[in-house]
Nanobody, 124 residues
């Protein structure tokens, strides 16, 4: 059974940094693309970043380009999201999700398994 467990969220000031981790189990991690989604209060889930199964390609939503970096360690079955220069509008519940195949998917319904999420709050 697919299992995804996020960690690393917290409270930071604007301009601060956080590194999110997602520990995966129950499936062959290196065969699937992965994504990070976020959901802010009152808003729909948004794909923040995605990465192919072998990390040869990635996607970022425009608002995080240059500030966030998605990475994966297939030996450790772990997905990461390095977040720098955080802004108040980055505040959300961040969840990792397993894709349907090796290439990146851009829509939430293309991700069949999700973690519970880790909260990121950016406030002064």
């Amino acid at each position: 059974q697919d299992r995804l467990v996020e960690s690393g969220g917290g409270l930071v000031q604007p301009g601060g940094s956080l590194r999110l981790s997602c520990a995966a189990s129950g499936f062959n991690f290196d065969l699937y693309s992965m994504g990070w989604f976020r959901r802010a209060p009152g808003k729909a889930s948004e794909l923040v970043a995605a990465i192919t199964s072998n990390a040869d390609n990635s996607y970022y939503t425009d608002s995080v380009k240059g500030r966030f970096t998605i990475a994966r360690d297939n030996d450790l079955n772990t997905l990461y999201l390095e977040m720098k220069d955080l802004k108040p509008e980055d505040r959300a519940l961040y969840s990792c999700a397993k894709g349907q195949g090796q290439v990146c998917s851009l829509t939430p319904h293309s991700y069949p398994a999700w973690g519970q999420g880790t909260q990121v709050t950016v406030t002064s």
